[in-house]
T-cell receptor
């Protein structure tokens, strides 16, 4: 099973709302990633967790707050977002023995719209 | 120097034809070059990947050609089918010095295969 699941599929939120995106994998992977993807653009890396520890933060604004409660679960907490944050948010995971060389498996994404 | 340049942006091919997508890079430290396929509403999925110690890798109808001296690599899709219609991203990564799996993506090619 090479499935990464993400919920919700779609999310509409106002600029004052607080919401969370959830990502789950049961492949035993120890590296998990958050990406942001705008229409017709490649994914942009936001955060990497390796063995439940944050290893990369690509200078993402603090209105995005990642959390990795355990090795199977990754959350992205959203607060005071801007309309330009509207995008497809992708989660990925990899085995984690060597994140630089591991194949990353992507979830289907959460389509976020900020009004 | 971290960029990967991908062309064309969009490609229309007749069913049964050959689709060719090209990528070029500058950073000679890159040592792993994956291609991802993304269907609308889905996350990217690894299609095929190559290391620079080989000049060609074939998996079914998909072939990567790699020219180390020119710092270029390309994806060839033989006998293209309407089901191949998707966006294709080339990527590159330095697996030795990279700290955590940061793929450098090309800008993507939207492929449409006409019946």
């Amino acid at each position: 099973d090479t499935e990464v699941t993400q919920t919700p599929k779609h999310l509409v939120m106002g600029m004052t709302n607080k919401k969370s995106l959830k990502c789950e994998q049961h492949m035993g992977h120890r590296a998990m990633y958050w990406y942001k993807q705008k229409a017709k653009k490649p994914p942009e890396l936001m955060f990497v967790y390796s063995y439940e520890k944050l290893s990369i933060n690509e200078s993402v604004p603090s209105r995005f707050s990642p959390e990795c409660p355990n090795s199977s679960l990754l959350n992205l907490h959203l607060h005071a977002l801007q309309p330009e944050d509207s995008a497809l948010y992708l989660c990925a995971s990899s085995q984690g023995r060597d994140p630089a060389a591991d194949t990353q498996y992507f979830g289907p994404g959460t389509r976020l719209t900020v009004l | 120097q971290q960029q990967v340049k991908q062309s064309p942006q969009s490609l229309i091919v007749q069913k049964g034809g050959i689709s060719i997508i090209n990528c070029a890079y500058e950073n000679t430290a890159f040592d792993y070059f994956p291609w991802y396929q993304q269907f609308p509403g889905k996350g990217p999925a690894l299609l095929i990947a190559i290391r620079p110690d080989v000049s060609e890798k074939k998996e079914g109808r998909f072939t990567i050609s790699f020219n180390k001296s020119a710092k270029q690599f390309s994806l060839h899709i033989m006998d293209s089918q309407p089901g191949d219609s998707a966006t294709y991203f080339c990527a590159a990564i330095n697996t030795v010095y990279n700290q955590g799996g940061k793929l450098i993506f090309g800008q993507g090619t939207e492929l449409s295969v006409k019946p």
